[in-house]
Each structure stands twice: as structure tokens, then as C-alpha cells.
């Protein structure tokens, strides 16, 4: 061989070189389908398995009329209230001017049934179970002006009063009554004179307002008042009220009410709305008003996202990763004949199963890599916690009452807050309680004496209570303030001993106020022995002054002999 041949051999293949290179990636190119060539990732439907699609549904009118629930009105009738000429041009003109989003921000009357579903709902109920139940926590008490007769007889009318209330359970009615309307809206109670049955011709007849003339003819001892119920608002449908005269005093309010199909006047069936919504509302919510549901949906709709998305996002806030050769593990085949994708998954299980303290994961060094990426979980707490807050903010009710969480922080304390709430619900219990009980209490006066004192009237106890502490110290001023009125005349020791017994939180209540103990037979000897004076008199120490009792350690030295 020629060196020329020689030195053609020897730069050969590094001329060749390039090409060959170039055939090796052509090589590997050949490898993947056409199908696959220049697609990294391709996510199919057979990897997916499903897919979901969030439709964005129809919003319902806001000024819509809602039908009665079956059975309310009576057969082969017609929805009075959507027939109303007044009311359907009112609405006609309100939809006009609506904007989205009314149903999801509970500006539009939910409807009877899904506030039933929502009463189910923990956030929901806590709301108004909690009002209902500080409303009625420490009740009321009946108490005398002392124009309407003689203070015994006062006391004595009081007392079969009080005694109708608990037969009747009055006070678990109205915590009804309070519950059902922070759900729905509306509730009524109805007074049972005996005419329950529905076909009864009384039902639609008026009693008066429980003092008028007219109450007077209908209710007496020979008729007297059996019993109250609640009734729920869905059986209950607006019958007869005034749309046309908005000066007229039944403007907008109801006087007779179909009950299954049959009519009951509305003196028969108290309505109580503690929230009251305008006027041009008032048809849509069928006469009632807004529930304490619907004005805390948005706040608990936020809740429970947020809180589904914290626990969520601890659910899965560590994520591996495993880098690997999509195109290659994506084939159709996989490599084994298998369907396209089943490489990928079973290196995916392959990596879950070895995912471990104790295990141990093997990867492709060139074709693959691993890495781990987890979500910071700081601040959750805090943001969970202020949406878990906005509910109580529009229920009003502090975080410590509806949550049972205590403020944080150095010296914190919510009695400031508890005491707002607490005359909040005082002023609740005013409006939405007082007009309705005092009905009652007329009714029972007239259905047990045939007539009404009116200077008797209920008064809701405080609901913020003292400590030992403070109710002794309050014992104490109540008892000085009694001695100086009875030194002045101003009342009796029979009266200030009466009131003492009437009240539950005295340690003397059950007593029998016409027992009156008897006087001491020296009052001036009595104050001084309660006050600790020793009566010079009675002293055996000859005037002289008293020894003071020896100490401890003049007692010990005594025992063993030596100078104290």
C-alpha cells in the first residue's frame, strides 16, 4: 500500500465522522412513529378518562311570585297572589332593572325548600339557634304598673298567668317561633280556642287584638285559650291583603291565611317577620321576610370553599415530579404491544409504590430525573380563620358565642362584645317578641278572668349575669335599699318580702309571702348583736378590757417553761 493510500486511510474517518453522526440521529428519528415525530406531550381522552364541564345554568328572576307548596290553597284554585294585577305589573317593571348573580348573593327569596336544606347545614343552624336560644335564655317577667287594683290581686293574677305560660309553654313556642324564622323568614303561632279542625266556619272569623270589644265577646272562661302552636311558614299562604291604598293600615298585610286549603284570620295566626323586606319584595318572599340564612349565604358559601380548598391544598401540598421521555413512553405500544400511555402509567405506579422512608426509587440517570415541589403553608391558618369570622360579622353574634374560640393575645378578653350583643338582643326581643306576647298574655287574661289589667306587662330579664362576687354585693345594696323604703314608708316589709319572693335568683324565692315572720321583741338589742356591738350590760370582764388571745409562740414557751 502506498503511503498516499496510507495517509487516505488514516484522515478517512475524520471525514466520515459528520456523517455518521448525522446517520445515528436519523437512526433514532426512524425509531418513533411519524405520528409521534415532533410531539413532546400529547394529552388524549383515554389518559384523562373524563372530563368535566361547569355549566353556568340560568339565573331565576329576583321579582319572581313563588307558588304555594301543595295542598296549601284550596283544590282547582288559582295562585291568588300571582294573580294579582298589582302585584305581577310591580314585578314586570322590577325585573327590569337585575343584574347577575342575584341568587348566588342571596338577594332573591331562596324558596321554602332549599332554606330547609340549608337549616341542615351546621354554619346555618348555629346562626339561629344561637339567637334563638339567648332570647329566651332568661325569658321575661310579668310586672304591675300597681294602677290596675290592690297589689295582692295583682300578685294573685300574676301568678295564674305565669302558670297558663309555663302549661302552655309559651316560652319554648316563642324559641320556636325565633329558630323558624332565622331559617325561613316568617313563622306563625296559632291560639287554639278548640277550633283546630280546619273545616272549622270560626277559623275565618276575627278575634280582635285580645283587649277590643270584640275579643271580649269571643274570649272569655266559657272559651278559653287551650293552647298555642307554632306553624312553619311554608304551610301558611297569603289569602286576603290591600295592594291598591298604601295608606290604608292592611296595606301589604295579610288579614286571612290559607292554611292546607282552608282559611284562618290573621288575629288567629300571629305572623312574626324579623326582618322585613320593602314592599315591592314582599309578594316574592310571600309575605315574610329575610332569613338569617339567606343573609349569611355568601359569607358561608365563601367558608366552605375556602375551607375545601385548605384542606385540599394539605391534602396535596408535596407533588413529585419525575422527569422522563413523554414522546417514548406516550408511543402506541409502549415498547410491550400495550395500549398507548401504559408504559407511562405503570412507570408512574411503579414510582408510587416505591414512594417510601424505607424505599427505594431507581430512575434512568440519562433519560430521567425526580424532584420535589411543596406549596408554603403559613398563612392558611389566618386566611381560613378571617373567612371563618365573616360569619359572625353578619350574624352579629361574637366569635366567642358562635365559634367558641377565645381572642388571642395579652389581656384580650369579649365582654365588651358579649355586652353589645347582649343589648342587641334586648332591643330583638322588643321588636320581634314584645307586640305578639302581649297578645298572649290578654288572650290568657281574658280566657281566666274575663278581663284585661293592662297595667300588667311582660319585662325581658338582663341577660348579662354577675359573678358570686358581684350578686352578693348586689344582694347587699338591694337589702339596704328595701330597709331605707320601708323606714320611709315608702313601701310594706309584706311588699319588699313579696318581692324578694318572686324573684328566681333570690335565695328566699319559694317562700310564702302572706308568712310573715315575727318582729324581735327588741329591734334596738337585734341590730346590735347582728352588727357585733357587746352589750356593756351582759360583758363579765367588770369593765375592764379584754385579754388579747395569746400568740403561738406564747403558747409554745408556756408548754415548755421558758419566758414567752
Keep these: 500500500m502506498s503511503k498516499a493510500n496510507t495517509a487516505k486511510l488514516r484522515k478517512s474517518p475524520r471525514k466520515a465522522s459528520p456523517p455518521q453522526k448525522r446517520k445515528k440521529k436519523r437512526k433514532v428519528a426512524a425509531a418513533v412513529p411519524a405520528s409521534a415525530q415532533g410531539t413532546k406531550m400529547k394529552v388524549t381522552a383515554e389518559m384523562i378518562g373524563r372530563a368535566r364541564a361547569k355549566g353556568t345554568g340560568t339565573r331565576p328572576p329576583v321579582f319572581i311570585h313563588m307558588k304555594a307548596a301543595p295542598g296549601t290553597l284550596p283544590p282547582n284554585s288559582n295562585d291568588l297572589l300571582a294573580n294579582d294585577e298589582q302585584i305581577v305589573a310591580a314585578g314586570a317593571w322590577a325585573d327590569q332593572s337585575l343584574f347577575a348573580g342575584m341568587y348566588e348573593e342571596g338577594l332573591t327569596f331562596l324558596g321554602y325548600p332549599y332554606l330547609s336544606q340549608l337549616a341542615q347545614r351546621a354554619e346555618y343552624r348555629r346562626i339561629s339557634e344561637t339567637i334563638a336560644t339567648e332570647m329566651t335564655r332568661k325569658w321575661m317577667q310579668l310586672q304591675s304598673s300597681g294602677d290596675g287594683g290592690s297589689g295582692s290581686d295583682q300578685n294573685v293574677r300574676i301568678q295564674k298567668i305565669e302558670d297558663e305560660l309555663k302549661r302552655m309553654k309559651v316560652r319554648e313556642a316563642f324559641r320556636e317561633i325565633a329558630l323558624q324564622d332565622g331559617f325561613m323568614g316568617r313563622a306563625h303561632l296559632f291560639l287554639d280556642f278548640g277550633d283546630n279542625n280546619l273545616a272549622s266556619p270560626e277559623l275565618p272569623t276575627p278575634i280582635g287584638d285580645g283587649r277590643s270589644d270584640l275579643s271580649k265577646a269571643k274570649i272569655s272562661p266559657a272559651k278559653p285559650l287551650r293552647r298555642v302552636k307554632v306553624v312553619e311558614a311554608m304551610w301558611c299562604y297569603p289569602a286576603d291583603y290591600n295592594s291598591s291604598n298604601p295608606l290604608s293600615p292592611d296595606w301589604y298585610n295579610p288579614q286571612t291565611w290559607y292554611v292546607m286549603g282552608n282559611k284562618v284570620h290573621a288575629s288567629r295566626l300571629l305572623r312574626f317577620v324579623g326582618r322585613e323586606v320593602p314592599d315591592i319584595l314582599k309578594p316574592t318572599f310571600q309575605f315574610g321576610g329575610l332569613s338569617l340564612s339567606q343573609m349569611a349565604k355568601p359569607y358561608v358559601d365563601n367558608w366552605l370553599r375556602t375551607r375545601q380548598s385548605v384542606a385540599d391544598l394539605i391534602h396535596s401540598f408535596s407533588v413529585n415530579v419525575l422527569s422522563t421521555d413523554m414522546g417514548q413512553q406516550l408511543m402506541p405500544g409502549g415498547g410491550d404491544g400495550g395500549a398507548a400511555g401504559d408504559a407511562l402509567f405503570r412507570r408512574i405506579d411503579l414510582f408510587n409504590t416505591l414512594r417510601d422512608n424505607r424505599g427505594t426509587m431507581a430512575i434512568d440517570k440519562d433519560s430521567e430525573d425526580w424532584k420535589n415541589v411543596s406549596t ?125 319572693v318572686r324573684n328566681p335568683e333570690s335565695p328566699y324565692a319559694g317562700l310564702n309571702p302572706n308568712e310573715m315572720p315575727e318582729p324581735p321583741e327588741d329591734a334596738e338589742e337585734m341590730e346590735k348583736f347582728i352588727n357585733g356591738i357587746v352589750d356593756p350590760e351582759q360583758d363579765d370582764t367588770d369593765g375592764e378590757e379584754p385579754k388579747p388571745e395569746p400568740t403561738a409562740q406564747a403558747k409554745v414557751a408556756a408548754k415548755i417553761g421558758a419566758p414567752a
Excluded: C
Excluded at 355586652?419 to 322588643?430: E, K, L, P, S, V
Excluded at 313601701?491 to 319588699?496: V, W
Design 376 to 500: 408554603p403553608l403559613g398563612t392558611l391558618d389566618m386566611l381560613q380563620a378571617q373567612t371563618q369570622e365573616h360569619m359572625a360579622a353578619v350574624s352579629g353574634i361574637p366569635i366567642i358565642k358562635l365559634l367558641g374560640i377565645q381572642p388571642a393575645g395579652l389581656n384580650a378578653s369579649s365582654e365588651g362584645e358579649i355586652r353589645t350583643y347582649y343589648d342587641w338582643i334586648a332591643a330583638y326581643q322588643q321588636s320581634f317578641f314584645l307586640d305578639n306576647l302581649m297578645r298572649v298574655i290578654w288572650v290568657i287574661q281574658l280566657s281566666q278572668f274575663g278581663d284585661v289589667d293592662e297595667s300588667i306587662v311582660p319585662v325581658f330579664e338582663e341577660l348579662w349575669s354577675l359573678d358570686e362576687k358581684g350578686k352578693a354585693e348586689v344582694e347587699k345594696v338591694n337589702a339596704e335599699t328595701d330597709s331605707v323604703r320601708i323606714g320611709d314608708g315608702i313601701i310594706s316589709p309584706a311588699e319588699a318580702r313579696a318581692a324578694i
